[in-house]
């Protein structure tokens, strides 16, 4: 048998809160941010709380976000994302991300491309009207999310293998 499923089954939308990490063990659908120790939800869907298997040494449980199949990609952080550049300014570049992994999102999602993200190196002389225009396309990895629908992006480089 499976395990049982407790708990209500509540909606949620990504970026809300679902606990925190002390208590509940991130599953499919939910993420740690590390700044505060807090489990978000990643999908919008169901949340789903699945007690702790018998002898397992973290008697936590697992806390799910069941999604909608009528939804398309979340991202989440650790994604690799495809975004379109929105704006730039000087220490930051907004994109409309418009792919998780190969699938595309069908709700708005916005990154932010920190001035501090785009190299490890001499970060204080990265010029970000030169290193994005409005319509570019981006390939960025999903470091955090800051609040719902909004993503702290780093960009990834091009000639990567």
């Known amino acids: 048998m499976g395990m049982a499923e407790v708990g209500e089954k ?11 990490a002390s208590e509940l063990i991130p599953g499919r659908g939910a993420y740690v941010a ?10 919008t869907g169901r949340r789903v709380i699945i007690p702790p298997s018998l002898g397992s040494p973290d008697q936590r449980p697992v ?3 069941t999604g ?7 991202p989440e952080p650790g994604s690799i994302v495809i975004a379109r550049v929105t704006k730039v300014m000087a220490r930051l570049a907004s994109a409309d991300i418009l792919c998780v992994g190969s699938k595309s999102v069908r709700e708005k999602f916005t990154g932010i491309i920190r001035q ?24 960025a990895v999903v ?5 719902q629908q ?12």
């Open 116 to 139: 501090q993200d785009v190299r490890a190196t001499e970060i204080d002389k990265v010029d970000m009207h030169s290193s994005f225009r409005p319509g570019d396309i981006v390939k």
């Open 63 to 65: 806390v799910e976000v």
């Open 150 to 161: 909004w993503f702290q992006l780093v960009g990834l480089r091009c000639n990567a293998h």
């Open 10 to 20: 509540d909606l949620v939308t990504p970026g809300e809160v679902l606990g925190k």
């Open 68 to 74: 909608h199949k009528a939804h398309g990609a979340v």
């Open 34 to 43: 590390p700044h505060n120790n807090t489990v978000y939800a990643s999908l």
């Open 143 to 147: 470091r955090a999310q800051q609040v």
